[in-house]
Each structure stands twice: as C-alpha cells, then as structure tokens.
C-alpha cells in the first residue's frame, strides 16, 4: 500500500466521541491492521478526556495551535513542532488552549 496525500485534502468530520473535535482518516485498520493514520483539531478549550489503550501506542505530531498533554502525570505544555509518544496502557488526554489545535495522530497497531 502506497499513496501520497495532501493535508487539504483530508475530510475531516465531528469525532465519534468528543464534541468539538474533528478527525480526518488518513490510514485505517481496514487497510493496514499494523496502524492508523489520523488528523484531530481540537477547538479552543476543548480536551480529549483522560484514557488509555490497551494495545495502541499513540505517537502525536502537533502540526498547528498550543495545547496541554497529560502525560507522566501531570499537564505539560504542547506546541506546534512538538511529537508526544505515549505507550499502550499510560494515561494521557489532550487539550487546546485559545486557538484549534491540528495534530497528526499515528497509532499502532491501528486504532481506528
């Protein structure tokens, strides 16, 4: 499987489980059961709630805006050029601060 896409051209739509969070689906696990490839904007004020994943490491590119990220217990500043990897099973969230915050979410294996 290889493909090129531009970040434009991603669809992004409402987030299954957060209000004011929008993904993009760049890769699923329908297409390769090893990863998934997400785009997330989160609205200013707005925080993904704090969870885990039993299998899933979550690897985060912040692409645009600044934010919080809980990890290793405790909020720490998040901004654009920033790459977060949390591993399977730690507890994390993400927020936005007063602007949309734009990450590149890289999940393996594939969450979505």
Same mark, same amino acid.
């Given at each position: 499987?290889?493909?090129?896409?531009?970040?434009?051209?991603?669809?992004?739509?409402?987030? /299954?489980?957060?209000?004011?969070?929008?993904?993009?689906?760049?890769?699923?696990?329908?297409?390769? /059961?090893?990863?998934?490839?997400?785009?997330?904007?989160? =609205? /200013?004020? %707005?925080?993904? /709630?704090?969870?885990?994943? &039993?299998? &899933?490491?979550?690897?985060?590119? %912040?692409?645009?805006?600044?934010?919080? %990220?809980?990890?290793?217990?405790?909020?720490?500043? =998040?901004?654009?050029?920033? %790459?977060?990897?949390?591993?399977?099973?730690?507890?994390?969230?993400?927020? =936005?601060?007063?602007?949309?915050?734009?990450?590149?979410?890289?999940? =393996?294996?594939?969450?979505?």
């Amino acid at each position: 499987m290889s493909f090129k896409i531009n970040l434009n051209d991603v669809k992004m739509e409402n987030h /299954p489980k957060f209000d004011g969070v929008k993904i993009g689906f760049i890769v699923t696990k329908k297409q390769h /059961p090893e990863l998934s490839i997400t785009i997330l904007e989160i =609205a /200013p004020n %707005i925080q993904i /709630p704090l969870h885990t994943h &039993e299998k &899933e490491i979550d690897s985060i590119f %912040i692409l645009e805006g600044e934010g919080e %990220i809980f990890m290793n217990n405790e909020w720490i500043s =998040a901004k654009a050029g920033d %790459i977060i990897v949390v591993g399977n099973k730690e507890l994390h969230g993400l927020k =936005a601060m007063r602007n949309t915050l734009r990450c590149y979410v890289i999940h =393996a294996p594939a969450l979505w």
